[in-house]
């Protein structure tokens, strides 16, 4: 499992509240760029829809429209950014939202 990062010494504080430090800077930069590509966004939102916040790589290839592969690929992105956890079970592997996730990178974009 990825150990998560906080995105800053105090997680609620908003983008504009004190300047970043290069380390901050550079973990909200790697979330930023995992979720700035359109089929990262559509898988998140697919995991967060389906039953019990949580999939199989095998339920999110067809409604992206794109291979396993490169689903697992951009899955992985989202993993190593810290917003999916990843759990193999048998043959496949399952995705969840890392709770809490998306809602420290929404503080941290807040303009405060």
Same mark, same amino acid.
């Given at each position: 499992m990825t150990t998560v #990062? &906080?995105?800053?010494?105090? /997680? %609620? *504080? &908003? #983008?504009t *509240? /004190? /300047? #970043?430090? /290069? @380390?901050e800077a550079e973990r909200l930069a790697v979330l930023l760029k995992a979720v $700035? @590509? &359109? %089929?990262?966004?559509? !898988?998140?939102? !697919? =995991?967060? $829809?389906? @039953?019990?916040?949580e999939a199989c790589v095998c339920d #999110?290839? @067809?409604p992206v429209g794109l291979s396993q592969p490169t689903v697992s690929h951009h !899955?992985? =992105? !989202? =993993?190593? $950014?810290g917003l999916l956890e990843r759990e193999k079970r048998g043959v496949w592997a399952y995705y969840r939202l890392v709770p809490g996730r998306l809602e420290d990178v929404a503080r941290a974009l807040l303009l405060g």
């Open positions: #990062l &906080p995105l800053a010494d105090d /997680a %609620t *504080a &908003p #983008l *509240a /004190a /300047a #970043l430090s /290069a @380390e $700035a @590509e &359109p %089929t990262r966004l559509r !898988l998140i939102s !697919l =995991v967060a $829809a389906h @039953e019990g916040q #999110l290839t @067809e !899955l992985k =992105v !989202l =993993v190593d $950014a």
